[in-house]
């Protein structure tokens, strides 16, 4: 089968710049509505964030009394721990003080008088389970603080038993006597 046009070339040619038109202008159309289209449902996405960061916000607004409370609660909880933990401290060495005077007092010679007596905890937040102690005292006699020292060193726990300095002294009677110095380490059994 042969194909014959009859159209004029100019007739032909117009119809395709025509068609060619149609085709650019409903792209371009196209183009434009998948655009609104885009940027629609950009501003409904836009506008479903904006409500749902009110509402977070809203329940943020709501929920702060009670984080309020929270923490609040929190720091009274601190502090009463802090309270509970030195009660327990307290109890748990408020028998250490008395022992160790009464065990010092045993082996305290007759002739030894304590003019001082200073301690350091060094224990945990400041118990005296571990405790520096030093010991001031006056005697009459040399024999007697060596005795005392001997004495000291035989007490459990006891370490580092160290003699300060001596330095004579008179007393009223015009007696002279011996000021002393005694420094060790103490550890509480138990």
Sequence with gaps: MIKINLLPKEVSAKAAAKEKTLLFGGIIV???????????????????????????????????????????????????????????SLTKYRIVYPKLMETLTARLPANIWLTNFVT?????????????????????????????????????????VELGQISESSTEGGKKALVFTISCKYTSPG
């Design 30 to 88: 196209l183009l434009v509505i998948i655009i609104f289209a885009g940027l629609g449902m950009q501003r409904m996405k836009m506008r479903k964030l904006k409500a749902y960061t009110k509402e977070l916000n809203q329940k943020i607004a709501d929920l702060k009394p009670v984080v309020d409370k929270v923490a609040q609660i929190r720091q009274e909880e601190d502090r009463l721990k802090k309270e509970l933990d030195l009660i327990q």
């Design 120 to 160: 350091k905890c060094e224990g945990e937040s400041g118990s005296p389970a571990k405790m520096e102690i030093r010991l001031s005292g006056t005697s009459f006699s040399n024999f007697a603080i060596a005795d005392f020292i001997y004495a000291l060193e035989k007490i459990p726990g006891t370490a580092e």
